[in-house]
């Protein structure tokens, strides 16, 4: 996470924040609600508390899954022109800090 915060491109990411903020938290809680509800049928001993929270655990998990990719494809210039590796990876890194808070 931190070489992708290295390799921002901040102009792209100053053209478009309302974008990056949504491509980080409408997956971040999509993902949260959705574990936290199979959570709930899966494991019924769980409290909806515990269950939200392992949500939001498995939510900070799944940027450090996508980063070596995002990082790979800029290193290979795929999507460099309009800035899109940089956009991913930057909702990925706000995608951890939602989760985290």
């Known amino acids: 996470m931190l070489r992708a915060g ?3 491109d ?3 990411l100053r053209s478009n924040p309302r974008f990056v903020a949504t491509l980080a938290a409408v997956p971040c809680f999509a ?4 574990v936290a509800v ?4 899966a494991l019924p001993f769980l409290s909806s508390g515990w ?3 392992l949500g939001f655990l498995l939510a900070d998990v799944s940027p450090a899954v996508t980063t070596p990719l995002l990082l ?4 290979r210039g795929l999507g ?3 800035g899109i590796p940089s956009l991913l990876l930057a909702a990925a890194n706000l995608n951890s800090v939602l989760a985290i808070v």
């Open 38 to 41: 199979a959570s709930r049928w």
């Open 72 to 75: 790979d494809l800029q290193a």
């Open 10 to 12: 901040f102009g792209v």
């Open 6 to 8: 290295l390799g921002l």
């Open 51 to 53: 269950s939200l929270l």
């Open 31 to 34: 993902e949260a609600c959705t």
């Open 80 to 82: 460099a022109e309009r």
